[in-house]
């Protein structure tokens, strides 16, 4: 374990962003994580993670803390269910494959989420009709202020759409570690009827999918529609989906009769954001080296050395154009730093 000073984070962020950090470290176990959290004469810490899922507007003076605790086990198992825990710096997808690998089913539709095991509840990363919150069990976190590893409990998280404590009370205050999931060994519960799955499977000649399926047609539709962070910088999608109610939507379908909705409840109804904006016109916009990708409009992305400032620029600008023309505010879904 090495503090360096005056390090581009442009390899530790899927924009390729290019800015500084004064100081930076990068830690693979926890007593190293509980260590650096402890030093002195750093008046910031900032913890990094697999950068997928933020926007760096500028220069950092923090120390940058690079949470790299690699590690996968098997809790329990039986005939039915298996409880897998991850450790916090595993890439995602390659853990979504271990898991498939296996024979464990649950999070094939979570396959090609960018980022690592440790993001992923504070997100509460969701794809294709799955959330993580579906198969959670718990998750370790090392508590800033005491240094004591706690366990949340998927109540304790209190998941919401890409929302859980760690972004709103517990924001800032605690570094996930490891996560508990509990997923399926036997008779796999499929959810193939969100958005293009079951179109893709038929395209693929496959009726009677596997979990294995089922997350190739998932990576294949990602794939068409969202550009690989190593080809083009972007974070996946910028935006949440906005939740509206019910009578709003009624009322714009007078002027938008195709606007698409998925009922939340009885009075809202969830839009895609990324509807919104390629009605708003912005789809495959160039701004010189960034802009919004040709195949989603809910991904903005770095062509080569575009500044976060720009970008941020930009999503301010789709978010007041959505706002003028449908009177629906849409959040920004990355962390902007």
Same mark, same amino acid.
């Given at each position: 374990?090495?503090?360096?000073?005056?390090?581009?984070?442009?390899?530790?962020?899927?924009?390729?962003?290019?800015?500084?950090?004064?100081?930076?470290?990068?830690?693979?176990?926890?007593?190293?994580?509980?260590?650096?959290?402890?030093?002195?004469?750093?008046?910031?810490?900032?913890?990094?993670?697999?950068?997928?899922?933020?926007?760096? %507007?500028?220069? !950092?003076?923090?120390?940058?803390?690079?949470? @790299? /605790? &690699?590690?996968?086990? #098997?809790? +329990?198992?039986?005939?039915?269910?298996?409880?897998?825990?991850?450790?916090?710096?595993?890439?995602?997808?390659?853990?979504?494959?271990?898991?498939?690998?296996?024979?464990?089913?649950?999070?094939?539709?979570?396959?090609?989420?960018?980022?690592?095991?440790?993001?992923?509840?504070?997100?509460?990363?969701?794809?294709?009709?799955?959330?993580?919150?579906?198969?959670?069990?718990?998750?370790?976190?090392?508590?800033?202020?005491?240094?004591?590893?706690?366990?949340?409990?998927?109540?304790?998280?209190?998941?919401?759409?890409?929302?859980?404590?760690?972004?709103?009370?517990?924001?800032?205050?605690?570094?996930?570690?490891?996560? %508990?999931?509990? !997923?399926?060994?036997?008779?796999?519960?499929? @959810? /193939? &009827?969100?958005?293009? #799955?079951? +179109?893709?499977?038929?395209?693929?000649?496959?009726?009677?999918?596997?979990?294995?399926?089922?997350?190739?047609?998932?990576?294949?539709?990602?794939?068409?529609?969202?550009?690989?962070?190593?080809?083009?910088?972007?974070?996946?999608?910028?935006?949440?989906?906005?939740?509206?109610?019910?009578?709003?939507?009624?009322?714009?379908?007078?002027?938008?009769?195709?606007?698409?909705?998925?009922?939340?409840?009885?009075?809202?109804?969830?839009?895609?954001?990324?509807?919104?904006?390629?009605?708003?016109?912005?789809?495959?916009?160039?701004?010189?080296?960034?802009?919004?990708?040709?195949?989603?409009?809910?991904?903005?992305?770095?062509?080569?050395?575009?500044?976060?400032?720009?970008?941020?620029?930009?999503?301010?600008?789709?978010?007041?154009?959505?706002?003028?023309?449908?009177?629906?505010?849409?959040?920004?879904?990355?962390?902007?730093?």
């Amino acid at each position: 374990m090495q503090i360096q000073e005056n390090i581009s984070l442009k390899p530790y962020n899927t924009f390729g962003i290019d800015v500084i950090t004064k100081y930076f470290v990068s830690v693979s176990n926890i007593n190293e994580l509980k260590a650096v959290l402890n030093l002195k004469g750093y008046p910031e810490k900032l913890i990094l993670g697999g950068g997928s899922n933020m926007l760096l %507007t500028k220069d !950092l003076e923090a120390l940058v803390i690079h949470v @790299n /605790i &690699k590690g996968i086990e #098997i809790v +329990s198992i039986d005939r039915d269910y298996v409880t897998v825990k991850a450790n916090a710096g595993e890439n995602w997808h390659e853990f979504v494959l271990w898991c498939l690998d296996k024979g464990f089913g649950g999070i094939e539709n979570l396959a090609l989420i960018p980022g690592n095991v440790g993001s992923a509840p504070i997100q509460n990363i969701g794809a294709y009709g799955v959330e993580l919150k579906d198969v959670f069990v718990s998750c370790e976190a090392l508590s800033i202020q005491t240094n004591a590893i706690e366990s949340f409990s998927k109540a304790d998280c209190d998941f919401g759409y890409r929302d859980s404590i760690f972004k709103q009370q517990s924001k800032g205050k605690y570094v996930i570690t490891s996560v %508990t999931l509990k !997923l399926s060994n036997n008779n796999h519960k499929l @959810n /193939i &009827k969100y958005g293009a #799955i079951a +179109s893709q499977l038929d395209f693929m000649k496959i009726t009677q999918p596997s979990i294995v399926d089922v997350s190739k047609a998932v990576i294949a539709i990602r794939s068409s529609k969202l550009p690989n962070p190593k080809d083009i910088g972007n974070s996946g999608s910028f935006f949440k989906n906005p939740v509206i109610p019910k009578a709003q939507y009624d009322d714009l379908l007078n002027s938008f009769n195709d606007m698409p909705h998925y009922p939340i409840s009885n009075d809202e109804v969830k839009i895609p954001a990324g509807w919104l904006i390629e009605k708003a016109g912005f789809k495959g916009k160039r701004f010189g080296d960034y802009g919004v990708h040709k195949n989603q409009a809910l991904v903005l992305v770095n062509y080569g050395n575009a500044k976060g400032k720009d970008i941020l620029r930009l999503s301010i600008l789709i978010q007041k154009t959505v706002k003028r023309l449908f009177d629906i505010s849409i959040d920004a879904e990355v962390n902007i730093l």
